[in-house]
Protein backbone atom coordinates (compact mmCIF):
# COMPACT_ATOMS: atom_id res chain seq x y z
CA UNK A 1 0.00 0.00 0.00
CA UNK A 2 2.63 2.54 0.86
CA UNK A 3 4.92 1.70 -2.01
CA UNK A 4 1.44 2.40 -4.21
CA UNK A 5 1.03 5.85 -2.54
CA UNK A 6 4.87 6.40 -2.98
CA UNK A 7 4.44 5.52 -6.93
CA UNK A 8 1.29 8.28 -7.00
CA UNK A 9 3.30 10.73 -5.36
CA UNK A 10 6.00 10.52 -7.83
CA UNK A 11 4.16 10.56 -10.56
CA UNK A 12 2.55 13.81 -9.26
CA UNK A 13 5.37 15.43 -8.87
CA UNK A 14 6.88 14.60 -12.40
CA UNK A 15 3.83 15.75 -13.90
CA UNK A 16 4.10 18.97 -11.83
CA UNK A 17 7.10 19.41 -13.46
CA UNK A 18 6.37 18.83 -16.71
CA UNK A 19 3.51 21.55 -16.23
CA UNK A 20 5.89 24.15 -15.66
CA UNK A 21 8.27 23.50 -18.19
CA UNK A 22 5.19 23.64 -20.50
CA UNK A 23 4.12 26.97 -19.03
CA UNK A 24 8.07 28.15 -19.11
CA UNK A 25 8.12 26.92 -22.72
CA UNK A 26 4.70 29.05 -23.40
CA UNK A 27 5.80 32.28 -22.02
CA UNK A 28 9.50 31.85 -23.93
CA UNK A 29 7.43 31.84 -27.13
CA UNK A 30 5.16 34.87 -26.03
CA UNK A 31 8.43 36.62 -25.44
CA UNK A 32 9.31 35.86 -28.90
CA UNK A 33 6.39 36.20 -30.85
CA UNK A 34 6.28 39.92 -29.10
CA UNK A 35 10.22 40.79 -29.70
CA UNK A 36 11.01 38.70 -32.82
CA UNK A 37 10.40 40.66 -36.44
CA UNK A 38 9.91 37.50 -38.13
CA UNK A 39 6.83 36.35 -36.53
CA UNK A 40 3.52 37.10 -37.05
CA UNK A 41 3.21 39.32 -33.63
CA UNK A 42 5.80 41.82 -34.91
CA UNK A 43 3.68 41.83 -38.35
CA UNK A 44 0.61 43.04 -36.40
CA UNK A 45 2.61 45.83 -34.53
CA UNK A 46 3.96 46.51 -37.94
CA UNK A 47 0.68 47.07 -39.03
CA UNK A 48 -0.72 48.83 -36.22
CA UNK A 49 2.45 51.70 -37.00
CA UNK A 50 1.57 51.81 -40.73
CA UNK A 51 -1.59 52.68 -39.74
CA UNK A 52 -0.77 55.78 -37.14
CA UNK A 53 1.94 56.77 -40.00
CA UNK A 54 -0.72 56.65 -42.65
CA UNK A 55 -2.06 59.61 -41.21
CA UNK A 56 0.51 62.29 -42.75
CA UNK A 57 1.88 59.92 -45.12
CA UNK A 58 1.95 62.65 -47.85
CA UNK A 59 2.81 65.89 -45.75
CA UNK A 60 -0.36 67.44 -47.05
CA UNK A 61 -2.14 67.24 -43.51
CA UNK A 62 0.78 68.29 -41.69
CA UNK A 63 0.50 71.58 -43.16
CA UNK A 64 -3.17 71.59 -42.99
CA UNK A 65 -2.62 71.12 -39.20
CA UNK A 66 -0.26 74.25 -39.53
CA UNK A 67 -2.30 76.34 -41.26
CA UNK A 68 -5.00 75.27 -38.29
CA UNK A 69 -2.53 76.64 -35.40
CA UNK A 70 0.67 78.57 -34.81
CA UNK A 71 2.53 76.13 -36.03
CA UNK A 72 5.15 73.42 -35.24
CA UNK A 73 8.53 72.93 -33.29
CA UNK A 74 11.06 69.89 -34.34
CA UNK A 75 13.29 68.83 -31.23
CA UNK A 76 15.72 65.89 -31.71
CA UNK A 77 19.64 64.91 -31.15
CA UNK A 78 21.78 66.30 -33.70
CA UNK A 79 22.26 64.28 -36.63
CA UNK A 80 18.35 62.82 -36.44
CA UNK A 81 17.03 64.39 -39.07
CA UNK A 82 15.55 67.82 -38.25
CA UNK A 83 16.45 70.30 -40.90
CA UNK A 84 15.84 67.34 -43.91
CA UNK A 85 12.34 67.07 -42.54
CA UNK A 86 11.96 70.80 -42.49
CA UNK A 87 13.22 70.56 -46.07
CA UNK A 88 10.75 68.02 -46.89
CA UNK A 89 7.94 70.15 -45.28
CA UNK A 90 9.15 73.20 -46.84
CA UNK A 91 9.25 71.92 -50.52
CA UNK A 92 5.60 70.60 -49.67
CA UNK A 93 4.75 73.85 -48.57
CA UNK A 94 5.94 75.63 -51.71
CA UNK A 95 3.56 73.67 -53.86
CA UNK A 96 0.63 75.93 -52.70
CA UNK A 97 0.53 78.94 -54.48
CA UNK A 98 -1.31 81.03 -51.54
CA UNK A 99 1.81 79.92 -48.80
CA UNK A 100 5.27 82.25 -49.17
CA UNK A 101 8.18 80.31 -46.77
CA UNK A 102 10.90 82.40 -45.30
CA UNK A 103 14.09 80.76 -43.77
CA UNK A 104 16.11 82.07 -41.22
CA UNK A 105 18.84 79.92 -40.99
CA UNK A 106 22.04 80.95 -39.45
CA UNK A 107 23.12 77.24 -40.19
CA UNK A 108 24.86 76.76 -43.49
CA UNK A 109 23.19 73.39 -44.36
CA UNK A 110 19.91 75.31 -45.84
CA UNK A 111 21.89 76.76 -48.56
CA UNK A 112 24.05 73.96 -48.83
CA UNK A 113 21.63 71.02 -48.93
CA UNK A 114 17.90 72.13 -49.95
CA UNK A 115 18.60 72.68 -53.60
CA UNK A 116 17.14 75.71 -55.26
CA UNK A 117 15.92 78.94 -53.60
CA UNK A 118 16.67 82.35 -53.66
CA UNK A 119 19.13 82.70 -51.03
CA UNK A 120 20.01 86.55 -49.69
CA UNK A 121 23.67 86.43 -47.54
CA UNK A 122 23.02 88.42 -44.54
CA UNK A 123 25.99 89.84 -42.60
CA UNK A 124 28.64 90.35 -45.35
CA UNK A 125 30.73 93.14 -46.81
CA UNK A 126 27.75 93.15 -49.56
CA UNK A 127 24.56 93.12 -47.37
CA UNK A 128 25.12 94.44 -43.73
CA UNK A 129 22.01 95.87 -42.19
CA UNK A 130 22.13 95.18 -38.30
CA UNK A 131 25.21 97.16 -36.91
CA UNK A 132 26.49 97.79 -33.52
CA UNK A 133 26.76 101.02 -31.80
CA UNK A 134 29.93 101.52 -29.99
CA UNK A 135 28.04 103.44 -26.87
CA UNK A 136 28.71 102.23 -23.52
CA UNK A 137 25.95 103.34 -20.76
CA UNK A 138 26.69 104.67 -17.27
CA UNK A 139 23.89 103.90 -15.07
CA UNK A 140 23.23 104.68 -11.03
CA UNK A 141 22.24 101.44 -9.24
CA UNK A 142 19.03 102.45 -6.46
CA UNK A 143 19.66 102.92 -2.66
CA UNK A 144 23.19 102.24 -3.17
CA UNK A 145 25.41 105.32 -2.85
CA UNK A 146 27.99 106.19 -4.98
CA UNK A 147 27.73 102.83 -6.93
CA UNK A 148 27.45 103.02 -10.37
CA UNK A 149 26.29 100.25 -13.03
CA UNK A 150 28.62 100.05 -16.06
CA UNK A 151 26.38 98.03 -19.06
CA UNK A 152 29.05 95.94 -21.44
CA UNK A 153 25.75 94.54 -23.73
CA UNK A 154 26.57 95.37 -27.16
CA UNK A 155 24.09 97.40 -28.75
CA UNK A 156 22.92 96.59 -32.48
CA UNK A 157 20.80 98.99 -34.95
CA UNK A 158 18.89 98.42 -37.97
CA UNK A 159 20.38 100.22 -41.03
CA UNK A 160 17.29 100.57 -43.34
CA UNK A 161 17.12 98.78 -47.02
CA UNK A 162 14.71 99.41 -49.20
CA UNK A 163 16.26 96.51 -51.48
CA UNK A 164 14.93 94.04 -48.46
CA UNK A 165 12.35 95.85 -48.09
CA UNK A 166 11.24 95.48 -51.49
CA UNK A 167 12.02 91.98 -51.70
CA UNK A 168 9.73 90.86 -48.85
CA UNK A 169 7.21 93.18 -50.16
CA UNK A 170 7.69 90.43 -53.64
CA UNK A 171 5.96 87.51 -51.67
CA UNK A 172 8.57 85.73 -52.81
CA UNK A 173 9.94 82.41 -51.25
CA UNK A 174 13.94 83.10 -49.58
CA UNK A 175 16.59 81.71 -47.58
CA UNK A 176 18.36 84.15 -45.35
CA UNK A 177 21.76 82.70 -45.18
CA UNK A 178 23.17 84.68 -41.76
CA UNK A 179 26.51 84.93 -41.05
CA UNK A 180 26.02 86.69 -37.66
CA UNK A 181 27.59 84.56 -34.53
CA UNK A 182 25.98 86.71 -31.93
CA UNK A 183 22.27 85.84 -30.90
CA UNK A 184 20.79 88.98 -30.03
CA UNK A 185 22.19 90.63 -33.38
CA UNK A 186 20.88 87.49 -35.20
CA UNK A 187 17.61 87.97 -32.87
CA UNK A 188 17.16 91.46 -34.52
CA UNK A 189 17.12 90.90 -37.57
CA UNK A 190 14.44 88.24 -37.30
CA UNK A 191 12.52 90.73 -35.04
CA UNK A 192 12.83 93.24 -38.50
CA UNK A 193 11.95 90.85 -41.07
CA UNK A 194 9.40 89.43 -38.72
CA UNK A 195 7.82 92.45 -37.65
CA UNK A 196 7.92 93.82 -42.17
CA UNK A 197 5.77 91.02 -42.83
CA UNK A 198 3.56 91.29 -39.85
CA UNK A 199 2.48 94.76 -40.60
CA UNK A 200 2.18 93.89 -44.22
CA UNK A 201 -0.07 90.98 -44.17
CA UNK A 202 -2.25 92.93 -41.39
CA UNK A 203 -2.80 95.79 -43.67
CA UNK A 204 -3.84 93.45 -46.58
CA UNK A 205 -6.41 91.62 -44.69
CA UNK A 206 -7.76 94.87 -43.34
CA UNK A 207 -8.30 95.65 -47.05
CA UNK A 208 -9.86 92.78 -48.03
CA UNK A 209 -11.14 89.94 -45.85
CA UNK A 210 -11.14 87.47 -48.25
CA UNK A 211 -7.31 87.85 -48.16
CA UNK A 212 -6.39 83.78 -47.59
CA UNK A 213 -2.67 84.21 -48.18
CA UNK A 214 -0.62 82.27 -45.66
CA UNK A 215 3.44 82.87 -44.43
CA UNK A 216 5.50 79.91 -42.98
CA UNK A 217 8.73 81.52 -41.31
CA UNK A 218 11.03 78.35 -40.54
CA UNK A 219 13.33 79.43 -38.08
CA UNK A 220 16.65 77.36 -38.28
CA UNK A 221 18.79 76.79 -34.28
CA UNK A 222 16.12 78.68 -32.97
CA UNK A 223 18.22 78.53 -29.33
CA UNK A 224 20.80 80.60 -30.80
CA UNK A 225 18.47 83.49 -30.99
CA UNK A 226 15.70 82.59 -29.14
CA UNK A 227 16.97 80.90 -25.63
CA UNK A 228 14.99 80.17 -22.15
CA UNK A 229 15.70 83.93 -21.28
CA UNK A 230 16.17 85.46 -23.98
CA UNK A 231 12.48 86.57 -24.80
CA UNK A 232 12.50 87.86 -21.19
CA UNK A 233 14.78 91.11 -22.12
CA UNK A 234 13.38 94.43 -22.63
CA UNK A 235 14.09 94.12 -26.49
CA UNK A 236 11.72 91.23 -27.28
CA UNK A 237 8.12 92.87 -25.76
CA UNK A 238 7.33 93.85 -29.20
CA UNK A 239 8.51 90.37 -30.89
CA UNK A 240 6.89 88.73 -27.99
CA UNK A 241 3.13 90.57 -29.40
CA UNK A 242 4.07 89.80 -32.66
CA UNK A 243 4.55 86.36 -31.97
CA UNK A 244 1.42 85.28 -29.93
CA UNK A 245 -1.35 87.16 -32.61
CA UNK A 246 0.75 86.17 -36.04
CA UNK A 247 -1.63 83.65 -36.61
CA UNK A 248 -5.03 85.15 -35.98
CA UNK A 249 -3.82 88.77 -37.29
CA UNK A 250 -1.07 88.09 -40.23
CA UNK A 251 -1.77 84.54 -41.23
CA UNK A 252 1.80 83.62 -40.17
CA UNK A 253 2.72 80.18 -38.80
CA UNK A 254 6.17 79.19 -38.10
CA UNK A 255 8.14 75.77 -38.05
CA UNK A 256 10.86 76.16 -35.57
CA UNK A 257 14.42 73.72 -35.41
CA UNK A 258 15.82 73.22 -32.16
CA UNK A 259 18.48 70.50 -30.71
CA UNK A 260 17.54 70.53 -26.63
CA UNK A 261 13.23 71.57 -25.71
CA UNK A 262 14.63 73.12 -22.80
CA UNK A 263 17.38 75.59 -24.15
CA UNK A 264 14.50 77.34 -26.10
CA UNK A 265 12.12 80.38 -24.92
CA UNK A 266 8.80 78.14 -23.38
CA UNK A 267 7.07 81.29 -24.43
CA UNK A 268 7.88 79.79 -27.65
CA UNK A 269 7.49 76.13 -27.24
CA UNK A 270 4.28 75.54 -25.53
CA UNK A 271 2.75 77.81 -27.94
CA UNK A 272 3.37 75.17 -30.96
CA UNK A 273 3.11 71.72 -31.30
CA UNK A 274 5.97 69.65 -30.45
CA UNK A 275 7.52 66.97 -33.39
CA UNK A 276 9.43 64.73 -31.40
CA UNK A 277 12.18 62.66 -32.53
CA UNK A 278 15.32 60.88 -30.57
CA UNK A 279 16.03 62.53 -27.12
CA UNK A 280 18.78 61.86 -24.31
CA UNK A 281 18.96 64.92 -22.75
CA UNK A 282 17.32 64.65 -18.87
CA UNK A 283 15.97 68.28 -18.74
CA UNK A 284 14.46 68.09 -22.12
CA UNK A 285 13.27 64.37 -21.63
CA UNK A 286 11.79 65.32 -18.34
CA UNK A 287 9.58 68.41 -20.08
CA UNK A 288 8.78 65.73 -23.00
CA UNK A 289 7.21 63.13 -20.73
CA UNK A 290 5.34 65.81 -19.15
CA UNK A 291 3.52 66.14 -22.30
CA UNK A 292 2.70 62.33 -22.97
CA UNK A 293 -0.16 60.45 -21.74
CA UNK A 294 0.79 57.02 -21.81
CA UNK A 295 4.65 55.14 -20.47
CA UNK A 296 5.05 53.61 -24.34
CA UNK A 297 5.56 56.99 -25.65
CA UNK A 298 7.84 58.11 -22.76
CA UNK A 299 10.11 55.07 -23.08
CA UNK A 300 9.89 55.14 -27.52
CA UNK A 301 11.39 58.72 -27.63
CA UNK A 302 14.60 57.25 -25.69
CA UNK A 303 15.25 54.90 -28.97
CA UNK A 304 13.59 56.20 -31.79
CA UNK A 305 14.75 55.28 -35.16
CA UNK A 306 16.10 58.27 -37.47
CA UNK A 307 13.58 60.28 -39.45
CA UNK A 308 11.44 58.53 -36.81
CA UNK A 309 8.73 61.50 -35.22
CA UNK A 310 6.27 61.10 -32.85
CA UNK A 311 3.92 64.01 -33.51
CA UNK A 312 2.00 65.54 -30.24
CA UNK A 313 -1.14 66.45 -31.98
CA UNK A 314 -3.34 66.42 -28.46
CA UNK A 315 -5.06 62.70 -29.40
CA UNK A 316 -3.61 59.80 -30.96
CA UNK A 317 0.14 61.14 -31.01
CA UNK A 318 1.13 58.90 -34.33
CA UNK A 319 4.44 58.16 -34.82
CA UNK A 320 5.72 59.24 -38.34
CA UNK A 321 8.65 58.21 -40.93
CA UNK A 322 9.53 60.98 -43.31
CA UNK A 323 11.06 59.75 -46.66
CA UNK A 324 14.49 60.10 -47.31
CA UNK A 325 14.69 63.75 -48.89
CA UNK A 326 16.39 64.31 -52.16
CA UNK A 327 18.42 67.30 -53.34
CA UNK A 328 16.98 69.27 -56.74
CA UNK A 329 19.05 71.87 -57.74
CA UNK A 330 21.11 74.81 -56.16
CA UNK A 331 20.63 78.17 -54.21
CA UNK A 332 20.41 80.93 -56.61
CA UNK A 333 21.95 83.93 -54.66
CA UNK A 334 20.30 87.78 -54.62
CA UNK A 335 22.80 90.45 -54.06
CA UNK A 336 21.61 94.16 -53.89
CA UNK A 337 23.28 96.27 -56.16
CA UNK A 338 26.40 98.29 -55.82
CA UNK A 339 26.15 101.94 -54.76
CA UNK A 340 27.54 104.02 -57.81
CA UNK A 341 30.25 106.04 -57.24
CA UNK A 342 30.30 109.79 -56.39
CA UNK A 343 31.34 111.98 -59.10
CA UNK A 344 33.17 115.17 -57.27
CA UNK A 345 32.18 118.08 -58.16
CA UNK A 346 33.93 120.55 -60.30
CA UNK A 347 35.75 123.50 -58.92
CA UNK A 348 34.13 127.03 -59.32
CA UNK A 349 35.57 129.21 -61.24
CA UNK A 350 37.63 132.27 -60.11
CA UNK A 351 36.79 135.60 -61.54
CA UNK A 352 39.38 136.22 -63.10
CA UNK A 353 39.57 133.15 -64.97
CA UNK A 354 35.57 134.00 -66.21
CA UNK A 355 37.83 137.41 -67.30
CA UNK A 356 39.81 135.91 -69.42
CA UNK A 357 37.63 133.26 -70.41
CA UNK A 358 34.96 136.52 -71.66
CA UNK A 359 38.51 138.13 -73.19
CA UNK A 360 39.28 135.13 -75.40
CA UNK A 361 35.98 134.65 -76.71
CA UNK A 362 35.04 138.02 -77.97
CA UNK A 363 38.70 139.45 -78.45
CA UNK A 364 38.10 143.23 -78.68
CA UNK A 365 40.90 144.54 -79.17
CA UNK A 366 42.96 142.15 -81.29
CA UNK A 367 45.40 140.61 -78.68
CA UNK A 368 46.64 137.67 -78.61
CA UNK A 369 44.74 135.25 -76.36
CA UNK A 370 44.95 134.99 -72.58
CA UNK A 371 46.34 131.57 -70.50
CA UNK A 372 45.11 130.80 -67.48
CA UNK A 373 48.66 129.73 -66.21
CA UNK A 374 50.13 132.44 -63.70
CA UNK A 375 53.86 131.90 -62.40
CA UNK A 376 54.00 132.21 -58.60
CA UNK A 377 57.78 131.87 -58.34
CA UNK A 378 58.04 134.87 -56.68
CA UNK A 379 61.98 135.64 -57.87
CA UNK A 380 60.43 136.56 -61.48
CA UNK A 381 59.04 139.38 -60.01
CA UNK A 382 62.06 140.50 -58.15
CA UNK A 383 63.93 143.57 -59.79
CA UNK A 384 67.41 142.89 -58.15
CA UNK A 385 70.20 142.16 -60.30
CA UNK A 386 70.83 137.77 -59.23
CA UNK A 387 74.71 138.83 -60.95
CA UNK A 388 75.72 141.59 -58.04
CA UNK A 389 78.91 139.89 -55.63
CA UNK A 390 78.62 139.39 -52.45
CA UNK A 391 81.40 141.88 -51.88
CA UNK A 392 79.24 144.67 -53.52
CA UNK A 393 76.57 143.58 -51.06
CA UNK A 394 78.70 143.98 -48.02
CA UNK A 395 80.12 147.73 -49.38
CA UNK A 396 76.27 148.48 -49.66
CA UNK A 397 75.55 147.65 -45.73
CA UNK A 398 79.08 149.52 -44.55
CA UNK A 399 77.79 152.19 -46.20
CA UNK A 400 74.47 152.20 -44.62
CA UNK A 401 76.38 151.75 -40.96
CA UNK A 402 78.27 154.88 -41.93
CA UNK A 403 75.32 157.12 -42.38
CA UNK A 404 74.06 155.72 -39.44
CA UNK A 405 77.40 156.67 -37.11
CA UNK A 406 77.17 160.08 -38.85
CA UNK A 407 73.60 160.83 -37.56
CA UNK A 408 74.25 160.12 -34.11
Not at 131 to 141: P, R
Not at 274 to 286: A, I, M, P, Y
Not at 327 to 349: A, D
Not at 383 to 406: G, H, I, P, V
Request: with cysteine; hydrophobic share 35%.
Amino acid sequence: MYDFMAFLLQKSRKMAQKKRNISKICYIFVNLVHHSPHLEGESTENNQNQNNEGIHSDLSNILTDIKQHLGLILVAESGHGKSFTAFSIVKEALKDQNMTVIILSPSSIWKRNYGFINCVQVGTSEFNPIVAIDKTDIENVQFLRDTIHINLDKKYSYIKSQWLEDLLRSKASLLFDIHYLNGRRIKYFESVVLEYIFKMQKSAIDKDPTYKHHYLIVLEEAQTSFGTYSMNSDDSLELFSLFTISRSDAFIHYLVLGQRLNDISCKIVERLRVFCGLTLGENSLRKLKAMMPNEETKKRIQCLPKRHWIYLNGSTNPELVISEYKKEGSVKYLKPEPNPKRTEPKPKESLVLRYMKFVNKFNPFGTEPMTESINLDPNTYDTENKQESEEDALEEDNALLEEEDDLW
